[in-house]
């Protein structure tokens, strides 16, 4: 009886694979149960995001180039080591050396990144000597860290006015009367562009409350859908899968086109206020 007791005993504590099992609740990873996803901290990086400590060695990096464009704006390049980029796990588990990354100019958050190449505008970079920052995070939105450090890249960026050297003129509003490209919203004074989506969405935010209530847009492949956005306050959209976004200037109405040329349930959320407008699903 002793002896059966005690192969009873191990067997519950390795389970039928051999190897120790943990009771968990739902949606946690067996990873975040055990604590085999390095250490949690209760330090926060400067936006509030709590840090996970990991070793030095094999630790996730970034570097951050910034290179102008010869249309308009600048072209960032993250170059990653000991890290992958992970957009249709985001909101997820932790796992190591994966996730996103957050762009911030001179410490406000731009845009989160789902990979290695991001195209700044020039509108959203004011005149004169800027620093441009991208700090890793795990899916679970903790920011990762070596030393309680951020894991992050630096560059600097100098932005002159349009018309002046080193300026982007490239990037101005289409004179009064010329329609600007698709997915573009015109200028106040513009003719707007002519409808070339088959499918439109129409979304408001106002006090924090999606109006109407997210729902599910189904799209063939191959179908363009125009959402079209009005934010209280100023934000930025992101559809995720894609990785399109657009930004949402206070009180006034935005348009992005999308080919919907990937299959799948695809979010489309703000930044900033962390909302979910709607999902796309494409079959």
Do not use: C, I, K
């Given at each position: 009886m002793l002896a059966l007791a005690l192969l009873l005993a191990g067997g519950a504590a390795t389970g039928c694979g051999g190897r120790a099992t943990t009771h968990h609740k739902p949606g946690t990873s067996h990873e975040q149960a055990s604590g085999g996803v390095d250490t949690l901290l209760t330090a926060t990086d400067a936006t509030g995001h709590r840090l996970r400590e990991v070793p030095?060695?094999?630790?996730?990096?970034?570097?951050?180039?910034?290179?102008?464009?010869?249309?308009?704006?600048?072209?960032?390049?993250?170059?990653?080591?000991?890290?992958?980029?992970?957009?249709?796990?985001?909101g997820g588990a932790a796992?190591?050396?994966?996730?996103?990354?957050h762009l911030e100019l001179d410490g406000r958050k731009?845009?989160?990144?789902?990979?290695?190449?991001?195209h700044l505008p020039a509108a959203q970079v004011p005149e004169g000597i800027h620093t441009l920052t991208v700090r890793l995070y795990a899916d679970d939105h903790t920011a990762w860290a070596v030393a309680g450090k951020p894991v992050e890249?630096?560059?600097?960026?100098?932005?002159?006015?349009?018309?002046?050297?080193?300026?982007?003129?490239?990037?101005?509003?289409?004179?009064p009367g010329q329609t600007p490209p698709p997915g573009q919203t015109p200028a106040p004074?513009?003719?707007p562009a002519p409808e070339q989506a088959d499918r439109t969405v129409t979304i408001t935010v106002r006090d924090g409350k999606v109006s109407p209530a997210p729902a599910r847009t189904e799209l063939r492949r191959g179908e363009r859908v125009a959402l079209r956005v009005t934010s209280d306050r100023a934000d930025t959209l992101h559809v995720h899968g894609y990785d399109k976004e657009l930004a949402l200037p206070a009180g006034q109405e935005a348009t992005l086109i999308l080919t919907a040329d990937r299959t799948g349930l695809f979010e489309v959320e703000t930044h900033e206020s962390s909302l979910v407008l709607t999902q796309l699903l494409v079959r």
């Open positions: 030095a060695e094999g630790a996730p990096e970034v570097q951050l180039t910034v290179r102008p464009d010869s249309e308009d704006g600048w072209n960032l390049q993250l170059a990653v080591t000991n890290y992958r980029f992970t957009p249709d796990s985001t796992l190591p050396g994966a996730g996103h990354a731009l845009a989160r990144l789902y990979g290695p190449w991001y890249g630096t560059a600097q960026l100098t932005a002159t006015a349009p018309g002046q050297p080193g300026g982007h003129s490239h990037g101005d509003a289409p004179p004074g513009q003719t």
